[in-house]
Every structure is written in C-alpha cells, then in structure tokens.
Antibody, heavy 118, light 108 residues
C-alpha cells in the first residue's frame, strides 16, 4: 500500500524558515518524482515544485523560486520541503504528492499546517 | 508557464443534476496531459481523471473528461451528495506544472 506520511504542524515567526518531511512507503522513491503543493486559506491548490530523487534535479514554480528547496533522501525514503523568509501569506497546508516521472500527481500526503505569525 | 482558468468559480446544483466544469489553458497543453482532482476539506485531493479522459482507479463513470488543446471539461452526469466539493484541473504536460484556481460545487 502506498503511503505518504508528513510531519506535524508548525508555528513560525515571520522571516523564519520551515522544513517539512514526507516519509513514503509502498513504492521505490527513485522510481517517482516528489512534488509539494500549497493550499492557503481562501486560495486553491498551488504547485510549488518537484524533485527527482534519482539525481536531485528540481523544478520550481516561479512564485516560490529562490525561497523553496525540495530534496529527497533515498536512504530514508523521505522527501523534504524547506521554505525560507516566511511571510504571513505562507500560512497554509502543504501537501507532498508523488507521480511517475513527468506524470500526474497520484498519491498524496495528509497535509501539514504551517502557521506564520508576527 | 501555463495558466489554467476554471469556470465557473462556484456552481450551485441539486443532487441528480448534471454538472459541467470548464478549464481553459493559456496555451496548448502538451500531449493532453490534463487531470482533474476532487478536494474536500481536511482531506487530500483525489485524482479523478488523467490524460483528459481516462478514469483513475475506483472512480465512478458518472465522472467524465473531455477536450483538447486549450479547452477541457469535467462532466458529472448525475450528482450524488458526496460529489459536492472543490474541483481542480492540473496540467502536467509543460514544466512547471500548474493548477486551475478551482470550481466550488455546492448544493443548491
């Protein structure tokens, strides 16, 4: 059974950084791409970026370029998303998701709430 | 970057009615790599349709997808109570990926 289990909720101050993890099981991490998606209150789903765990290659959405880093650790079957210079508008639920390379997002994590306060 | 525009923003219908949701792309989606997701509060998004018109595993056939190029449609033939949710289209044919802003399907 494919499972993506994310780390717990975080509360951060404006200007800080947050790093969220996504532990996968039921498939081989290097066979898939790992994605991160933002769901902010009152806003829809926003694709942030992906990592290819085979070589660490990343693609980021322009909106998050320069503030986000997505990585994967194949030794622990875990993907990570770090978002820096947090703003109040980064308060959101962040989902990890997986796809076959360059394919649709198929399996999703349960989401991690990040609250950014001043 | 491809921008997806969904319409309407909100659709108010009754159970048993037919729902038609639109997704328009700012440029042609390569290989018709267009998917639809259903999203309910507190849950992970659920893949419904991929490749414009192929059903994901376990999806009932009252859901159907159509379209090509820049114009795509999700149709729900006869609404069930559990179908009221927010629906998103996703294009994955061009990098970076992008979602539409969503259509909220609410009970009338």
């Amino acid at each position: 059974e494919v499972q993506l289990v994310q780390s717990g909720a975080e509360v951060k101050k404006v200007g800080a950084s947050v790093k969220i993890s996504c532990k996968v099981s039921g498939f081989t991490l290097t066979d898939n791409h790992m994605h991160w998606v933002q769901q902010a209150p009152g806003r829809g789903l926003e694709w942030m970026g992906l990592v290819d765990p085979r070589d660490g290659e990343t693609i980021y959405a322009e909106k998050f370029q320069g503030r986000v880093t997505i990585t994967a650790d194949t030794s622990t079957d875990t993907a990570y998303m770090e978002l820096r210079s947090l703003r109040s508008e980064d308060t959101a639920v962040y989902h990890c998701a997986t796809s076959r390379p360059y394919d649709m997002l198929t399996y999703w994590g349960q989401g991690t709430l990040v609250t950014v306060s001043s | 970057e491809i921008v997806l525009t969904q319409s309407p923003g909100t659709l108010s219908l009754s159970p048993g009615e037919r729902a038609t949701l639109s997704c328009r792309a700012s440029q042609s989606v390569d290989s018709n790599y267009l998917a639809w997701y259903q999203h309910k509060p507190g849950q992970a998004p659920r893949l419904l349709i991929y490749g414009v018109s192929s059903w994901a595993a376990g999806i009932p056939d009252r859901f159907s997808g159509s379209g090509s190029g820049t114009d795509f449609t999700l149709t729900i033939s006869s609404l069930e109570p559990e179908d009221f949710a927010v629906y998103y289209c996703l294009q994955y044919g061009n990098s970076p990926y992008s979602f539409g802003q969503g259509t909220k399907l609410e009970i009338k």
